[in-house]
């Protein structure tokens, strides 16, 4: 591609659009790329000493440009795309399994990376640029299919503009980015875009907002517990997996599964469907796995230690009541609230913890450029339980949560899941929680 939206990748020749971001304006970085070997510029204002075309709106114009440059390559490529709060990364993940396991090549775009074929490639984003997405569309060339989270942010910043997806799924809204979107109305306008994009609309009926979703235009297909076009109308729930029955078309098919939790059954039925779109086999479903971080388990004399990714209010809630169906003794939690992002479910998501768990660990997730304090004190302010203790090193509240568990006990350990990182301050810095468990199960 000789289009680019970071200055440093600028080589001599190149075409530099400057994009506004969440943290970054481009426009800041024009005169990087004219020094890098930018032969023209795309901007919004200013005058520059090379070729410079000022546009409305650069991320239309970009979105446009590659349209008219590269489509072509790749509208052969079936594209599958999910957005909600919850769910996004072990649904997609779940679909991408299953069409490779029966035998059709699939690419995954999401929180946990790229995944194509044997390659993964980390990812700065759940999804990344509109530039990024095209630059691995064109590396799925030769694919079937293109699984891909879409966030509300990439909705509402364009990302996915003119990508015609096949199948759009929408999984649930919940709080979650109230610093960045005005309120839960603008939040639901904003992953509604989507499905201006959709061919089918697999859509939630059990979520209140499951009507912002269904478009007279599109082929909808809903789903749900007791209602729905697939309906769960029967499970159980286990500390290895689940059975689940799922009936649609008047007729009746129970399912085994690794996966735990109740939750999962709805993010399984969303795999179900997409199967039955696409006309595949569906008893692929029991060989799936979770991915790393989501709803992972771990035993250490005669305790679960459960790692999963939940960092919203609902996710939180949906581990813990999971776990409840077949805990035998004490549930202890260990979980924080990010720095520099949405501050109102921090007290939501403390009181959850101390109210369904008997013991809870406040911790670093993230703090970023906020101090940890404030964090802290945003999440027990307001809260009335007192079984909670504040420990603002993670690996050592991860330790003291293993210590704190006996025989037939459940911990908890929540917010990260898969990332292997700890941002304190502008500083990244190694750290896995899955890591942090086997050290201390293993000692």
């Not at 403390?350 to 660990?361: L, N, P």
């Not at 603002?392 to 911990?411: F, P, V």
């Not at 941002?423 to 468990?437: A, P, Q, R, W």
Request: glycine share 6%; proline share 3%; charged share 25%.
């Amino acid at each position: 591609m000789n289009i680019q939206i970071d200055s440093r990748k600028v080589k001599k020749g190149d075409l530099f659009v400057a994009l506004k971001t969440l943290n970054h304006d481009g426009h800041d970085y024009v005169m990087d790329a004219i020094k890098n070997g930018a032969s023209k510029v795309i901007v919004e204002r200013g005058n520059y000493p090379i070729e410079t075309e000022v546009v409305p709106d650069t991320r239309e114009y970009l979105a446009s440009y590659l349209k008219e440059h590269y489509y072509e390559k790749i509208k052969h490529l079936k594209l599958i795309g999910m957005t909600g709060t919850n769910g996004k990364t072990t649904t997609c993940f779940c679909i991408w399994q299953a069409l490779n396991l029966l035998g059709h090549s699939c690419a995954y775009i999401g929180t946990i990376g790229f995944y194509k074929k044997e390659f993964v490639k980390e990812l700065p984003n759940t999804t990344p640029e509109l530039l990024d997405i095209y630059e691995m569309l064109l590396e799925c060339e030769d694919m079937e299919y293109v699984v891909m989270e879409v966030s509300s942010h990439a909705l509402s910043m364009k990302r996915v503009e003119y990508l015609p997806f096949e199948i759009g799924i929408f999984s649930n809204l919940t709080e979650d980015h109230l610093d960045y979107h005005k309120n839960m109305e603008d939040y639901a306008k904003a992953k509604q875009q989507l499905f201006y994009q959709v061919n089918y609309a697999v859509v939630n009926l059990d979520d209140p907002y499951a009507s912002y979703f269904l478009f007279d235009q599109n082929k909808n297909i809903t789903y749900g517990f007791q209602k729905g076009d697939y309906r769960i109308s029967s499970y159980r729930l286990s500390n290895v997996g689940s059975k689940f029955t799922v009936e649609s078309h008047n007729e009746k098919t129970s399912y085994d599964t690794k996966l735990l939790g109740k939750h999962n059954l709805m993010n399984l039925v969303c795999v179900l469907i997409v199967l039955d779109i696409l006309k595949l086999n569906k008893e692929v479903i029991s060989e799936i796995r979770a991915p790393r971080g989501r709803m992972e388990t771990f035993s250490y004399h005669g305790n679960l230690i459960v790692l999963d990714y939940a960092h919203t209010p609902d996710a939180e809630k949906k581990v813990i009541e999971t776990v409840k169906e077949f805990s035998k003794g004490k549930i202890y939690i260990v979980i924080g609230c990010g720095g520099d992002r949405d501050p109102y479910k921090r007290p939501i998501m403390a009181k959850i913890a101390t109210d369904y768990c008997d013991y809870a660990i406040f911790t670093n997730d993230n703090p970023r450029t906020e101090d940890p304090k404030k964090i802290f004190y945003d999440m027990t302010a307001s809260l009335k339980n007192r079984n909670y203790q504040i420990i603002e090193n993670r690996e050592k509240a991860i330790e003291t949560g293993i210590q704190k568990c006996q025989k037939n006990d459940i911990l908890l350990i929540l917010g990260k899941g898969h990332e292997n990182y700890q941002l304190i301050g502008n500083v990244k810095t190694h750290f896995d929680d899955k890591e942090m468990i086997l050290k201390y199960t293993r000692s």
